[in-house]
């Protein structure tokens, strides 16, 4: 018992990863909880959803919260998914591995068939991954088609799965002939359309390509290229009396073919190809419903683009998210070019540039006076007296204004996308010259624009020169759904736009100041999901299957005696008697294991409601494991079970509450590199708070069965 004691004083790391993450608990699952973090010296509140923000807004100040905030912003910055899901384990695995040390298990024998037991659950939940060509057929060959996606661009067809007060459109270039259609453009009838019959929507920017949709069970599709009109024929009861639409006839198609050319392209070959991605972006997005309909704009877009340009169909490079404070969620949009907040000053000057192509110029770094690119070497013999004079103090200063405006304006540049920071005097004058420039652009907007303007960014004014300034750019106010440029008082939304330019910028509004960074959060996990499962080529069954799989296929380990023929495994470790150690307490150890993903199923279902209690929840999953048991192949039950939606239920996300039936997918590396991550935390922080051993029971350790285990220094 006194060993017992002192073994659980000096784990404090693990008490602390244990602590730290049971404040993340209510962010697992689809139907998370999200959490108000308040600022002390503010008083500001902000509404957070997802792990990395609520680590970075603790104040960690011991070893074991800076590991777990390494750890957390790691994995969001390789994946942008599964940070909730990695910090939930390291919390519950730092509880087994405690309970481990109370039952006098040695630190050896817990590394050693934790991560065995991991590594073998890693290559047993292979069989539960699926080809995204396997996907796609299968979503788009389900019931779910006409329900979810009527059209090939997925927000023209009219969508029950979100409010319909919520319209989220696709957005073109606004003007007097050009109307937006929002995604519930039809009111919920089956099978009452006609296929003459075409809703029509400014798509693309001016300049590219956009569709003719046709019903759901024609292959072929019409593209329409010049006008950005798209059409589509959704089986649904259309709307006459909204200005937003336009019902029309053969006759008046007919009356626009003087504006645009079009032609029909040949079927085909496989049915699913203009769906698939589309049905895949649901089924990653976890129930978020908002966030969805704004990626299946930009997959629509995208996938007519690589049509006719042979480029990739979802290229994540070529998406920005542009927040706007002060309007409805239901604003939230897809707009072609780029969207970005300017100050009301800077908005005067481009009222003046209204309908005129602009010339542009690229900056790739900052544009100062002191800025100096990386790698930059100061001379030797000079020394500094003054890092950062006052540019209104000393003429130096004035100088350097003059002469970077006397550049500008002898180039005629009109519009400059800095990468950095821009120096405010200088924004000042540019303003009274009309020259509009604008700062913290990124590095991949730069490129798109350098791309379609053929401009190469300058590091520094003075290397300016007259093939570094493109041409072909405008600026304009940016233009709600209704067709109103919106003034928001401190900062105005301005649209860049070039021909063929292919940028696309969701712009996400919201009347909650403190929802700003969670919409934003939400909106770039859900296009990573895609992104990393078009990387991976396949894909995870969701709901909790791979999770159950790891407790089934755990159960059978520990049933199993210890296999010796891993001598690798036994080389990483210099203690000869870890073999033996490590049979002897397998089974605890890997139970121990087993529990993390057993806590995972329970607290994901009883956040989404779906059990009373987490108990209730654990029972559920203990009736799963029994019937995999008893099937023979726990595999194959998982994978029935996940066919007949009857696997763990509740963990599909909000979804199932629509009637949807849509399956539920989770990314392969994104999901095993958590795991990881989560298990080599923590028995890095066990195996460090092992090697220091504080308190006064030094004597006591010094004469107990494990004094072998440790080195007194």
């Known amino acids: 018992m006194a060993f017992r004691d002192v073994n659980a004083r000096r784990h404090i790391g693990l008490q602390q990863l244990s602590s730290l993450a049971l404040a993340g608990r209510t962010l697992l699952g689809p139907m998370k909880s999200c959490k108000f973090i308040v600022d002390e010296s503010t008083n500001q509140s902000t509404l957070i959803g997802s792990a990395v923000r609520l680590i970075e807004s603790l104040d960690l100040t011991s070893a074991a919260g800076q590991l777990l905030n390494e750890t957390i912003q790691a994995q969001n910055k390789e994946f942008k998914t599964g940070m909730s899901t990695l910090l939930f384990l390291i919390g519950a695995w730092s509880n087994a591995i405690l309970e481990c040390l109370q039952q ?21 939940v292979q069989c539960l991954q699926i080809s995204i060509h396997d996907v796609n057929k299968e979503l788009c060959s389900s019931s779910v088609r006409p329900n979810a996606f009527k059209s090939k661009t997925c927000q023209i067809g009219c969508d029950s799965l979100l409010n319909p007060q919520i319209i989220l459109c696709f957005q073109k270039e ?18 009452d359309c006609n296929s003459n019959e075409c809703l029509v929507s400014p798509l693309a920017d001016f300049g590219s390509i956009a569709s003719l949709v046709k019903p759901v069970g024609d292959k072929s599709t019409s593209v329409i290229s010049g006008s950005g009109v798209t059409t589509s024929s959704c089986n649904k009861q259309k709307l006459t009396h909204s200005r937003y639409f336009s019902t029309l006839g053969k006759s008046h198609f007919s009356s626009q073919q003087g504006n645009f050319q079009g032609y029909l392209s040949g079927q085909s070959a496989d049915p699913c190809e203009c769906y698939g991605l589309g049905h895949l972006a649901m089924a990653l997005s976890h129930g978020n419903q908002t966030s969805v309909k704004l ?23 070529e998406i920005v998210t542009c927040c706007l404070l002060g309007l409805p969620e239901s604003y939230s949009c897809v707009s072609p070019g780029f969207v970005t907040l300017v100050s009301p000053e ?28 990386l790698g930059f070497n100061r001379p030797c013999n000079v ?22 405006l006397d550049i500008l304006i002898n180039f005629e540049v009109n519009l400059v996308l ?37 401009t190469q960014p300058v590091t520094y004014l003075t290397q300016l020169n007259a093939s570094c300034v493109g041409s072909g750019a405008q600026v304009e106010l940016w233009k709600a759904c209704d067709g109103r440029a919106m003034d928001l008082g401190e900062l105005v939304p301005v649209r860049i736009k070039v021909q063929g ?7 996400l ?30 894909v995870f069954l969701g709901g909790g299957a791979v999770e159950l799989l790891c407790l089934s296929h755990i159960q059978m380990l520990a049933e199993q005696p210890l296999q010796p023929a891993n001598k690798n495994a036994v080389k990483e470790f210099h203690n000869l008697w870890l073999a033996p150690s490590a049979t002897e307490y397998k089974s605890v150890v890997l139970q121990a294991l087993a529990s993390g993903w057993k806590q995972y199923l329970s607290v994901v279902m009883y956040n989404t409601a779906k059990a009373a209690s987490e108990l209730e929840a654990c029972t559920t999953v203990d009736h799963h494991l029994k019937k995999a048991a008893d099937c023979g192949s726990p595999s194959a039950y998982i994978l029935k079970e996940f066919r007949r939606d009857d696997l763990l239920r509740g963990c599909s996300g909000p979804f199932a509450d629509h009637g949807e039936g849509l399956k539920v997918y989770d990314n392969v590396t994104a999901k095993m590199e958590a795991w990881r991550r989560a298990l080599d935390l923590v028995l890095l922080v066990l195996q460090t708070d092992a090697e220091i051993i504080t308190g006064p029971k030094r004597n006591q350790l010094l004469n107990s069965h494990m004094s072998s285990e440790f080195m007194f220094l």
């Open 174 to 191: 606004i003007s007097a002939s050009e109307e937006v259609i929002p995604i519930n453009s039809c009111s919920y009838q089956e099978d």
């Open 418 to 454: 800095v990468k950095g920071n821009v120096c405010k005097n200088l924004m000042e004058r540019c303003i009274a010259n009309s020259i509009l420039v604008i700062g913290f652009v990124t590095r991949d907007v730069l490129c798109a624009f350098g791309e379609v303007t053929s």
């Open 383 to 404: 020394r500094t007296i003054l890092e950062h004079p006052s540019l209104w103090e000393g003429r130096a200063g004035d100088l350097w204004l003059s002469s970077m």
């Open 295 to 317: 990626l299946q704009s930009i997959v629509a877009y995208q996938q007519e683009r690589a049509e006719c340009s042979g480029s990739s169909q979802f290229n994540i490079a």
């Open 501 to 507: 330019i292919p940028l696309l910028t969701a712009v």
């Open 104 to 124: 006098n298990v040695p630190v050896s024998a817990i590394v050693s068939v934790m991560s065995e037991g991991l590594n073998s659950c890693c290559e047993r």
């Open 346 to 373: 800077q908005a005067t000057v481009i009222k003046h540039f209204e309908d005129k192509p602009l010339r542009i110029l690229l900056m790739d770094g900052d544009l100062t006076e002191q800025y100096r690119h």
């Open 509 to 538: 509004t919201t009347t909650v100041a403190s929802k700003v960074q969670l919409i934003e959060d939400q909106f770039w996990t859900l296009v990573y999901r895609l992104h990393h499962a078009l990387n991976d080529k396949s």
